[in-house]
C-alpha cells in the first residue's frame, strides 16, 4: 500500500466551509491584534506629538444666523458647510478679519480656521488651532466680529450673532489621533488575518474524514467524537465500517498519535460491544478512571462482555516489540487527533509500519468537536 502523502492532497484546492470554521474558531486573535493595533497607533502618534510637534490650542464658537429672504420670498437655504468655508476664505470675510489682525499673514489665518455646518444650517461652528492661546483667542475673537459685520453687508443674512464664543483649550486628542488609531488596527488586524491564513495553509491537521482521504492513501473509517452517545451518526458509521472491514475477524490494534491509547481503547471496545439502540451510552471520561456508562436513572448499566481484542500503542513508544504484536492481529488502525497538526510525525509513523509489513487497516479521525462537526455537515 502506498503510504506517502497523495499528490491530490498537495495539489487540493481550499475547502472554504473549513476555512470559515476554522477561522470562526481565531477571530478572537484578529480582534486582539486589531484592539493591540489601536492602542499602539494611539501611543505612538501620542508620543511623537509630545517629542516632536508643537502644543496645539483650540477654540470652538457657535454662532446664530439669521436669513433673508429672496424675491420670492423664500428664505435662502443654500448655505452648508462647504459654503462657509470658502467664504471665510474669501476676500469679502477675511479682508474684514484682517483688518482686526495686524501682523498675521492671510494664510496663517486661513489654516488655523475652519468652518462646519454639523446639522442645523443656521447655527454655524467655527473651529481655530494653533500653538499658543494668544493666536486663538485674537482669531477668534476677529473672525466672530468679522462675520457680524460680513453680516450686515449680505443680502441674503439678516445678521449672525454669537452665542457660545469657546476659551482656547489644549489639544489632547484629535482627527489625528483617531485615525492613528484606526489605522494601527486596520494594519494589524489585516496582518492577523494574514498571520491564520497562512497558518492555515501550512496546517496539517485533519477535521473531515475528507482531509484523511486527501492526505494519505488509507481509508477513512470514521470519526470518534468526544461524546460518544451512540445516537450521533458519526459513531454509527464508524462502528458499521469497522464491523464491515474486520468481518469475521476480532482482533486489532489501534495507534494513537496523540498518546493516550488506553482511553481511546476503552472508546473503540465501548462502540463495538455494545448494542445501543436506545442511545444509553453516557460521556466518555476524559481520563483513564473507572470506565462505566449511565443509563436513565442514575443507575450503572451491565457489564458487557467483550467478543472484541483490541490491542493498543501509544506513537511515541513504538517499536519493533509492538510491530510484531501488530503483524499477529489483522492490522492496525491509525489515530489520529482532531485538530492537531500531527501530518509529519503520521507520515514517519506510516512508513515505519510499511517498512515493519505492518498492515494499515484505515484511520479514524479522533476526539474530534462534535459542533464543528454538525456545522460542517450541515
Not at 27 to 44: E, Q, S
Not at 65 to 86: A, L, M, P, R
Not at 114 to 134: P, Y
Amino acid at each position: 500500500m502506498k503510504m506517502e502523502m497523495n499528490e491530490e492532497y498537495l495539489n487540493k484546492g481550499m475547502d472554504l466551509k473549513r476555512l470559515a470554521l476554522y477561522l470562526q474558531k481565531k477571530i478572537w486573535l484578529v480582534i486582539m491584534f486589531a484592539i493591540l493595533g489601536a492602542t499602539c497607533g494611539g501611543i505612538i502618534y501620542q508620543v511623537v506629538r509630545a517629542m516632536k510637534m508643537p502644543v496645539e490650542y483650540a477654540s470652538v464658537s457657535k454662532l446664530y444666523i439669521s436669513f433673508g429672504n429672496d424675491e420670492n420670498g423664500d428664505v435662502y437655504q443654500y448655505y452648508n458647510g462647504y459654503t462657509w468655508n470658502d467664504l471665510i476664505d474669501a476676500d469679502p470675510i477675511l479682508d474684514i478679519v484682517m483688518s482686526s489682525l495686524p501682523g498675521y499673514d492671510r494664510d496663517q489665518v486661513r489654516k488655523a480656521t475652519k468652518a462646519e455646518i454639523l446639522s442645523d444650517i443656521r447655527l454655524l461652528t467655527i473651529t481655530v488651532r494653533g500653538d499658543n492661546e494668544k493666536f486663538v483667542r485674537e482669531i477668534r475673537n476677529a473672525m466672530e466680529s468679522g462675520l457680524r459685520e460680513y453680516a450686515r453687508s449680505a443680502e441674503e443674512l439678516k445678521q449672525i450673532a454669537v452665542i457660545r464664543s469657546g476659551a482656547p483649550e489644549r489639544v489632547y486628542w484629535d482627527e489625528r489621533t483617531t485615525e492613528a488609531c484606526v489605522t494601527g488596527a486596520v494594519i494589524l488586524g489585516v496582518l492577523a488575518v494574514l498571520i491564520i491564513g497562512f497558518s492555515y495553509v501550512l496546517d496539517e491537521s485533519v477535521y473531515v474524514q475528507e482531509d484523511l482521504e486527501k492526505k494519505y492513501a488509507c481509508k477513512a473509517l470514521g470519526i470518534l467524537t468526544r461524546n460518544q452517545k451512540g445516537l450521533q451518526p458519526y459513531a454509527r458509521e464508524l462502528k458499521a465500517n469497522l464491523k464491515y472491514l474486520m468481518g469475521e475477524e476480532r482482533t486489532f490494534a489501534v495507534l494513537d498519535m496523540d498518546n493516550h491509547a488506553d482511553t481511546r481503547k476503552l472508546e473503540v471496545e465501548r462502540l463495538l460491544n455494545t448494542d445501543d439502540a436506545d442511545g444509553l451510552l453516557g460521556t466518555m471520561p476524559a481520563a483513564e478512571e473507572d470506565f462505566t456508562w449511565n443509563v436513565p436513572g442514575g443507575e450503572k448499566a451491565p457489564e458487557v462482555k467483550s467478543e472484541w481484542d483490541i490491542i493498543a500503542f501509544n506513537e511515541n513508544i513504538l517499536s519493533g516489540e509492538e510491530c510484531k504484536k501488530i503483524r499477529e492481529t489483522s492490522g492496525v488502525v491509525v489515530l489520529l487527533p482532531f485538530g492537531k497538526d500531527t501530518g509529519r510525525k503520521t507520515s514517519r509513523i506510516l512508513s515505519f509500519l510499511k517498512n515493519q509489513d505492518c498492515k494499515v487497516l484505515g484511520m479514524v479521525i479522533a476526539q474530534a468537536d462534535e459542533e464543528f462537526l454538525n456545522r460542517y455537515f450541515a
